[in-house]
Structures are given as structure tokens and as C-alpha cells.
């Protein structure tokens, strides 16, 4: 049973950081993994996303300010946030993807295992 669990979420001034982690369990191992965000009254949107390779890709939202990365030795998902602004508000899911394919990017397709979520809110 894969299991994911998210942390580091919390309450953050605008221009602040936060670091995201995901620990995963119950897998030899995954195709990619992604962190997706949802905020109140809107779609769960994909954030950033990490093959196994180390390929990544972000939205365009984020690009610059987040940083998607992995320790496989911890089985750890990461989401670095820099410059954190108010339309970052969101619950933060990350997703792992364990069949290969040629998947589209930073969609929901594939991602069958999830996390709890962490709520990120960004104030003025």
C-alpha cells in the first residue's frame, strides 16, 4: 500500500519561502511524482513534477519560485517555495505516478496514490 504524507505547510508573509516534504512509503519505487495544489472554490492544478530521471516541469505560475526535488535515499518529494505570493494560498498534495507511460504533464492522469495535503497561506 503506497502511502504519502505531507508536511511543512503553514502560514507565511508574502515574499517568504517554505519548504514542502513528502514521504513515501510502500513502493520499490516510482515513474514520477508531482505536487499539486488546490484553493478554495477552484480546480486541483498541478504544480510541479519530477520523473525518475530527474526531469522536471512547472507551471508557468511558479517558474522561478519553486523548486521540485527528490532524495531517493529518504524516499522524500520536496517543494522549495521562494518568493511565496497570495495566489499560493492553496492545500498542497503531492501524487506519485507508478506505471511508466507517456503521460501529459503536470495532470492528474496516472497519479493514483496521494497525499492528505498541507495548507499554504500566504498573507499581505
Known amino acids: 500500500q503506497v502511502q504519502l504524507v505531507e508536511s511543512g505547510g503553514g502560514s507565511v508573509q508574502s515574499g517568504g519561502s517554505l519548504r514542502l516534504s513528502c514521504a513515501a512509503s510502500?513502493?520499490?519505487?516510482?515513474?514520477?511524482m508531482v505536487w499539486f495544489r488546490q484553493a478554495p472554490g477552484k480546480e486541483r492544478v498541478g504544480v510541479a513534477e519530477?520523473?525518475?530521471?530527474?526531469?522536471?516541469s512547472y507551471a508557468d505560475s511558479v517558474k522561478g519560485r519553486f523548486t521540485i526535488s527528490q532524495d531517493n535515499r529518504k524516499n522524500t518529494l520536496y517543494l522549495q517555495m521562494n518568493s511565496l505570493e497570495l495566489q499560493d494560498t492553496a492545500m498542497y498534495y503531492c501524487?506519485?505516478?507508478?506505471?511508466?507511460?507517456?503521460?501529459?504533464?503536470?495532470?492528474?492522469?496516472?497519479?493514483?496514490?496521494w497525499g492528505q495535503g498541507t495548507q499554504v497561506t500566504v498573507s499581505s
Open positions: 501524487a506519485a505516478r507508478i506505471i511508466p507511460g507517456d503521460w501529459p504533464l503536470l495532470t492528474r492522469a496516472g497519479y493514483n496514490y
Open positions: 510502500g513502493y520499490s519505487s516510482t515513474y514520477s
Open positions: 519530477i520523473s525518475t530521471d530527474g526531469r522536471t
